[in-house]
């Protein structure tokens, strides 16, 4: 038997339209368990059931879980001690603050490394140890183009040269081994902060990874710059007075950041140390110059509190931007100046970097989406794409928006001479780490997550690794289209505008949102069309309008006088129509004309508008539509 909360038409149709998949509840939540929940809600102001209903179903209920839930502290942090090694890393960082050794940092060049090397570099800075410290050289991030992937060897060389005895790599060293070994034949110890997976342990003093075999760290989705953060949490546990007293509170920015940037689930400890992360960012006094001049390129400097999706949209790809396409150093520059003239400059810098890094993007996209048609027409479980126009910076974003393109595996691959340089994402139920362990024999290196990975290869093995790559891919149990899930019915046909303005201001207690906690996404079920949508930038958007009734429970304006906007679904609902009037090309809205007629299912997410009109009211709600399709016959 198939899974009881999928939808009855997982099996045929429908299916939605702009996402391709059926639609699966959440699951359900007993009343019992709800009644309970009333008891133990630690706020003095009452919830709904619907935000009750969605902690239940993502397993708050307990009195202990919503205290720490509603009013998380760093007291909630697991022991840093409880990850292997931190002892050893501690002990040799303390040594080397005692005896005024000469320390290097190391990060990667993504977001996660370049807060993971800012946090570190302060934590060295600021670190006393028995009155002395450590004399710590520049952070490094290398280059991705000149340096590649992983701990640069140069850097060590140069390092051994000027008489540094100790190196740490944040988000980045645990498959370095032959770079590791290196530093230690030059005098080198090195500690480990990272969090990829590797196969065989490097000669590091240390090697903190909470992802690594037989570990018991209650938390495996700790990024780079929050092992890095744990560090200094164990260097402050085992001596208080090494650090300033408000040190961890003042990195909080950058671990956030960083957790949310590299799409760790933001549940338990991350979601602790996000949420803390964010007060830090939106306390003005103390923001650091580098992050308000980025707010103010970006245009979220209106007053607006920052979230999770103002970091994964607008600030995470500025500085990504840098490290794929720019001056990487530019961007931990950027997180570490005190200077707001320079921090000014640096934010302008990486915001021209990002409208380049976009420019590319378009371009890569609309050239992989023509080389994948083929492969995509005769069925294969996933795509290899190579060209030796793509610049390896920005093929990682190029293979994520083939994969919500067609949901399926995709992995991108820049050619530059002998050497290929490929980028994996994948989706939910497809581990490409574990796809490509099954190619290695013909990388060169390689190595990520279940879900992004990246590799090296030599360029004449670029078609064998695809028929190798979709081979291992037909090996994997195949358990059909991921459905989109939702939590919860809701009938907007009787509600007002200003019921639902509540309903959002009650749903930010579940901030903040990000992979693991998304924002909750409801059905509304039997909705007619208004009009036909309206296309917006270009018709890359579309604007949507349902038919409701004059008032709502004579409460005012009804929720459905709202509009929808659906970003980013303007070609998935044209292609929609070209289908249903079978002449595969646009129709009339509906399919054959259909669309006054017909009925509609939608999936749709409620959040917080800040977009303020120049003149009219503000309207604090905006209604996302994140997927249609036609009610099904009963």
Known sequence: MGDPRVDSQHSALPVGVFTGRPWRRGVPVEEAVLAEMRRKVPLDVPVSDCLLRVLAARGVTGGTALEGFFYPSLDQLHDPFELAEMDAAVERVRQAARDGERVAVHGDFDVDGITGSALLYETLCELTVEGSRVRCEPAFIPDRATDGYGVAGRMVREWADRGVTLLLTVDTGSAATVEIALARDLGMDVVVLDHHIFEERPRATALVNPRRDGTTYPNSDLCGVAVAFKLAQALRQRDPDCLPDDFLYSVLDLVAMGLVADQMALVGENRILVKKGLERFNDRASIRPGLAALLSVAGLDRGFPVTTGDFAYQLAPRINACGRIGRVMSALELLLTRDPKLARSL????????????????????????????????????????????????????????????????VLISIEGDEARGSARSVPNIDVKTVLDRCAHLLVRHGGHAQAAGMTLRARNVDAFREAFLAALREEPQAGPVPETYDLDLDLAHLSQRDVAVLVQDLENLEPFGSGNRKPVFRCRGLRLHALPASLSGGLHLRFRFRGPAQANGNGEPALAREFLAFGCGEAWRRRDGAASGTGAPGPGGGAGDWQDREWDILFQL????????????????????DIRPTAAT
Do not use: C, M
Not at 370 to 397: F, M, N
Not at 607 to 626: E, H, K, M, N
């Open 347 to 410: 934010a302008e810098e990486a915001d021209r970097t990002n409208s380049r890094r976009k420019e590319q993007d378009a371009r890569l996209k609309d050239e992989a989406i023509a080389a994948a048609l083929p492969y995509v027409q005769r069925g294969d479980p996933g795509l290899v794409l190579a060209s030796s126009e793509w610049h390896k910076g920005i093929i990682g974003i190029g293979a994520a928006r083939l994969v919500e393109q067609y949901q399926l595996p995709v």
């Open 607 to 626: 959040t917080r508008s800040t977009f303020r009109p120049r003149g009219g009211a503000y309207d604090p709600v905006q209604q996302l539509l994140i």
